[in-house]
């Protein structure tokens, strides 16, 4: 079974500087990291309805904006034999675990969020704005999740931070 995620890369710039939000994932057995906020994606949930609901749960911040959403499609027909919909966007980046203890695909989405952080999210804590200077050292220190770190990097690749 393949798990399919959505993730927001939920961005601000602050007194001049980019941040973004991160939060300590908390499960037992599991090594504590930062992650982005993100979860599996419902059978049939529309893409950004999951991106808006997970963000919501995990950090208690709505979704208002969504980069490319402009470019939002979707496809209906009902007219064949198996009706159908089918959603399309272009999100900021893809992964796909080719190794590791779960099989899980996955989207992030750059994203502008608003209202107030919550203290404790879905099994996160320590739910905050992280500027450039502290997501570099997060990295240096081997705490980011594994799944999220190659799109925190392309992140920072792309805005040259």
Same mark, same amino acid.
């Given at each position: 079974m393949i798990h399919v995620? !959505?993730? =927001?890369?939920?961005?601000?710039?602050? /007194? =001049?500087e980019i941040q973004l939000i991160v939060q300590l994932r908390k499960r @037992?057995?599991? &090594?504590?990291?930062?992650?982005? &906020?993100?979860?599996?994606?419902?059978?049939?949930?529309?893409?950004? *309805?999951?991106?808006?609901?997970? !963000?919501?749960?995990?950090? =208690?911040?709505?979704?208002?904006a969504i980069q490319n959403e402009e470019d939002y499609i979707i496809v209906t027909d009902n007219e064949s034999k198996f009706e159908f919909s089918v959603e399309c966007m272009k999100p900021f980046a893809a992964y796909q675990t080719i190794k590791g203890p779960i099989d899980s695909f996955g989207i992030y989405f750059?994203? /502008?969020? /608003?209202?107030?952080?919550?203290? /404790? =999210? *879905? @099994?996160?804590? *320590?739910?905050?704005? @992280?500027?450039?200077?502290?997501?570099?050292?997060m990295i240096g220190e081997h705490r980011f999740s594994e799944i999220d770190l190659p799109a925190v990097l392309m992140f920072l690749r792309d805005e040259n931070l």
């Open positions: 995620n !959505v993730r =927001g890369l939920l961005v601000r710039r602050f /007194e =001049g @037992a057995g599991e &090594p504590e990291v930062y992650e982005l &906020p993100g979860g599996r994606i419902n059978e049939y949930e529309k893409i950004i *309805d999951s991106l808006k609901r997970e !963000v919501m749960e995990e950090t =208690g911040l709505k979704v208002v750059i994203c /502008e969020v /608003e209202g107030t952080l919550l203290d /404790e =999210g *879905d @099994a996160t804590e *320590d739910i905050h704005w @992280a500027n450039m200077e502290e997501i570099h050292k």
